[in-house]
């Protein structure tokens, strides 16, 4: 099993950044990791996903080239750097682990962070 801890969620301006962290419990480097968002009013979507290894990273088209997923296995940490952050981006940011397939978004990751929320202004 693994526990999650989100922070770095915030009030940021259009075209800002922001770097989320989830700190993992338990046997961290066992997981693949991803990021998942969920707006008011719509359904919880894939972000970003990383291969337990960090060799392999998934993005969803909206964030592909403006957000970066990666992992620290020595620190039980997986990032999330947003850049060019827009309006559309505010949700609340989900940590999940799982398998890679969980990763990559095709199905439900097995563990879930409690979520931090992002609100960019425009």
């Known amino acids: 099993q693994v526990q999650l801890v989100e922070s770095g969620g915030g009030l940021v301006q259009a075209g800002g950044s922001l770097t989320l962290s989830c700190a993992a419990s338990g046997t961290f480097s066992s997981y693949a990791m991803a990021w998942f968002r969920q707006a008011p009013g719509k359904e919880r979507e894939h972000v970003a996903g990383i291969t337990r290894s960090g060799g392999t990273t998934y993005y969803a088209a909206s964030v592909k080239g403006r957000f970066a997923i990666s992992r620290d296995n020595a620190k039980n940490t997986v990032y999330l750097q947003m850049n060019s952050l827009r309006p559309e981006d505010t949700a609340v940011y989900y940590c999940?682990?799982?398998?890679?397939?969980?990763?990559?978004?095709?199905?439900?990751?097995?563990?879930w962070g409690q979520g931090t929320q992002v609100t960019v202004s425009s």
């Open positions: 999940a682990a799982g398998a890679t397939t969980q990763a990559m978004g095709v199905r439900p990751p097995d563990y």
